[in-house]
């Protein structure tokens, strides 16, 4: 069965590398095969989808549309154009705003918060969305190992090693990984200047847009301010960031209906939810319990540790590579987890602090997504809105952007934390 599965899910990523429009359907298929052969248990579905990411992306997506709709966006992006001298600096600004922002707020969120800015810019200079949007995606990947709220690997880590969030900033009278992230950060916009070279057509905004409403905004953002808050409670049921989305989302239309009176706005903030995106990431999280069950990702695990033998340095860099290759294909949530418990029994073995490791695990987990459009569920997100504008991401175009962006921020912060916690 190890290796059914384990050639279902290669040929899986074939086919959609091939088909890319037809990816949806290539993923429910596989994951029907893995549910059909026994692979996967019927009784381990429930548990295997994420459903707190699911309602987030509902919830926030119908935020999104009252956002688009009060013209907000707009207004920002106005804003953007007065303070950039051309295009490539638009582009690196929100880049680097969706940054910050996912540092302290989940990456699909952000995804979902600072596109229809993007979106909004790019129509106005009359632009190819593409380069914009994906840049949004992966800096937000980037960021998410930042800070202990960032990601949910970042939390899983913090409560295994009962780290808090300062110890992101600040542990054992050293820097944490919130400065190698960073870093990395910063080492990317010399990237992009590379990338986006050729958009240097200057920018102007001669006509200013004003928000009609800012309530929905208002409602974004203090979606922002709940989830930052309800990080820092302990114990809190798995779903709670995806009920708070939801919950934020149906204020959003009882306000709008009390103001307008009007029905068929509801069915429109409904059908702006992406079915399709929800579908994919539905799918993935039945194929990656398939691998989890037949026991591929724990040989995995067993592999690198195998190979690192008792050589910290070698044992080192194969954690953080190792990582940033497995999350480009397999969601990096079940992945960390595997590899908590051996990266500790590997340092225990070795009479040495296991921080180095596992910051080299939550670096190279958290940016290995960024290798591929399905590597993480932010970039199923963003791909998925530039399908809904008409324009198709091949594997091929979103790697000249996540390839380059992955290795740079990689790279620094794997020298930063060896010099570091070495």
């Known amino acids: 069965m190890q290796i059914f599965a384990g050639v279902a899910f290669v040929a899986m990523y074939v086919l959609m590398t091939l088909f890319m429009p037809k990816r949806l359907w290539i993923v429910l298929?596989?994951?029907?095969?893995?549910?059909?052969?026994?692979?996967?248990?019927?009784?381990?579905?429930?548990?295997?989808?994420?459903?707190?990411?699911?309602?987030?992306?509902?919830?926030?997506?119908?935020?999104?549309?009252?956002?688009?709709?009060?013209?907000?966006?707009?207004?920002?992006?106005?804003?953007?154009?007065?303070?950039?001298?051309?295009?490539?600096?638009?582009?690196?600004?929100?880049?680097?705003?969706?940054?910050?922002?996912?540092?302290?707020?989940?990456?699909v969120a952000t995804v979902l918060m600072v596109a229809p800015v993007g979106m909004a810019v790019c129509r106005k200079l009359d632009i190819d969305p593409v380069p914009m949007v994906l840049s949004i995606a992966v800096s937000s990947n980037l960021q998410g190992a930042a800070t202990l709220v960032g990601d949910t690997t970042s939390i899983m880590l913090g409560a295994y090693a009962h780290m808090d969030f300062t110890s992101f900033f600040w542990m054992e009278g050293k820097p944490g990984i919130f400065f190698a992230v960073e870093l990395g950060a910063l080492a990317t916009v010399p990237v992009m200047m590379f990338l986006f070279g050729k958009f240097r057509q200057t920018v102007d905004a001669s006509e200013y847009c004003k928000a009609d409403d800012i309530m929905p905004s208002v409602f974004l953002v203090g979606t922002v301010v709940l989830l930052i808050m309800a990080s820092f409670i302990k114990d809190k049921p798995d779903v709670s960031n995806g009920l708070i989305c939801c919950g934020m989302a149906i204020i959003?239309?009882?306000?709008?209906?009390?103001?307008?009176?009007?029905?068929?706005?509801?069915?429109?903030?409904?059908?702006?939810?992406?079915?399709?995106?929800?579908?994919?990431?539905?799918?993935?999280?039945?194929?990656?319990?398939?691998?989890?069950?037949?026991?591929?990702?724990?040989?995995?695990?067993?592999?690198?540790?195998?190979?690192?033998?008792?050589?910290?340095?070698?044992?080192?860099?194969?954690?953080?590579?190792?990582?940033?290759?497995?999350?480009?294909?397999?969601?990096?949530?079940?992945?960390?987890?595997?590899?908590?418990?051996?990266?500790?029994?590997?340092?225990?073995?070795?009479?040495?602090?296991?921080n180095l490791l596992y910051f080299g695990l939550l670096s190279g987990a958290t940016l290995g997504g960024n290798l591929t459009p399905v590597g993480?569920?932010?970039?199923?997100?963003?791909?998925?809105?530039?399908?809904?504008?008409?324009?198709?991401?091949?594997?091929?175009?979103?790697?000249?952007?996540?390839?380059?962006?992955?290795?740079?921020?990689?790279?620094?912060?794997?020298?930063?934390?060896?010099?570091?916690?070495?």
């Open 29 to 107: 298929g596989t994951a029907v095969l893995f549910l059909v052969t026994g692979a996967v248990p019927l009784r381990a579905v429930p548990g295997a989808i994420n459903w707190n990411v699911l309602l987030m992306i509902a919830g926030t997506m119908v935020l999104v549309y009252y956002f688009i709709k009060s013209k907000m966006p707009n207004q920002i992006a106005d804003w953007l154009l007065d303070k950039a001298p051309d295009v490539m600096w638009v582009i690196i600004f929100m880049s680097l705003f969706a940054g910050v922002i996912s540092a302290f707020v989940d990456n």
């Open 252 to 354: 959003a239309i009882f306000y709008d209906y009390m103001i307008t009176s009007d029905r068929s706005e509801i069915k429109a903030a409904l059908k702006s939810i992406d079915f399709e995106t929800l579908g994919l990431l539905f799918g993935l999280f039945i194929v990656i319990q398939g691998l989890i069950e037949t026991g591929i990702i724990d040989l995995i695990a067993d592999t690198i540790g195998n190979v690192g033998g008792d050589h910290i340095f070698v044992m080192y860099t194969i954690v953080v590579w190792a990582s940033v290759l497995f999350s480009a294909f397999i969601d990096n949530i079940p992945y960390v987890a595997t590899m908590l418990p051996v990266v500790t029994n590997l340092t225990g073995s070795l009479g040495i602090s296991p």
């Open 376 to 422: 993480a569920s932010a970039n199923i997100t963003a791909t998925g809105i530039l399908k809904k504008e008409g324009h198709e991401v091949s594997f091929k175009e979103f790697m000249k952007i996540g390839v380059p962006f992955t290795l740079t921020a990689v790279m620094v912060g794997y020298i930063f934390i060896w010099l570091v916690w070495a």
